[in-house]
């Protein structure tokens, strides 16, 4: 699982590193199936329930599940999620961050240090003894505190050889609740903080979310192992 996670995270610093206005969001997959096929593993999305593509990518008010397309073009000002996943060797690796491109507002750079941090919070819950309800609480009581809402509909996830597992990781919850965390867990945890109101709906395209009131979102994730110490966030590099 290390080795499917730095996979994913160095694909995913790939991607952002030929991030820049004027560019297709098509483009960026086409880089990353070709990324994530030299390192000799497959591109966990494509084909996933259907989704036609190797990385969502998702812009401004497009919360998550964006489909990538080569007439989608990336503009300066505009605030970019990228969510990857890997299949190595029976283990998956998943992995999503927002970025900038060019010159954002700064209503748009603090939704993103928020989301972040809100992440970072929640990665120092994911410690054997803790419950997951920490997990969540940390991400939601810092968000509402500084100003944003908290997606319902969309939440982490329990990770391993299936992309998808238990336990569901909730951006909300209460504190002192849920299942109590054990070393060997490992869960993706993923914020997905709104500018606006927490109501999201699905486009016509059957995958893509938006936020209902049209304001800005930011997703990030990591996928964190609970050790007998503490934590490993698999996914940073």
Known sequence: MRKAGQAAAKV??????????????????????KEISSLGMKPAFLGYRGFPASACIS?????????????????????VSIDLGVLADGFYGDVASTYGVGEISRDATKLLDV???????AIAQTVPGNRLGDVSWA???????????????????????????EPPVANFGKPH????????????I???????????????DGW?????????????????????????VLTRI
Not at 21 to 30: E, R, W
Not at 115 to 121: K, P, T, V, Y
Not at 190 to 204: A, C, F, T, Y
């Open 12 to 33: 995913l610093r790939t991607l952002s590193e030929h991030l820049r206005p004027g560019i297709s969001t098509g483009y960026l997959d086409d880089i990353a199936f």
């Open 59 to 79: 812009i401004n008010s497009e919360l998550v599940h964006g489909i990538p397309r080569s007439d989608r073009i990336i503009n300066s000002g505009d605030i």
């Open 115 to 121: 989301a972040r941090q809100s992440l970072e919070l």
């Open 139 to 165: 991400v939601q009581d810092f968000a509402e505190r500084s100003g944003y809402s908290i997606v319902r509909d969309y939440v982490g996830h329990g990770i391993g050889r299936k992309l998808h597992e």
């Open 177 to 188: 609740t849920g299942p109590r965390l054990l070393p060997g867990t490992v869960i993706c």
């Open 190 to 204: 993923e914020p997905m903080v709104n500018e606006g109101d927490w109501r999201v709906k699905q486009l016509s």
């Open 208 to 232: 893509t979310v938006v936020t209902q009131d049209g304001k800005l979102c930011a997703h990030f994730e990591h996928m964190v192992a609970v050790t007998k110490t503490g934590n490993e």
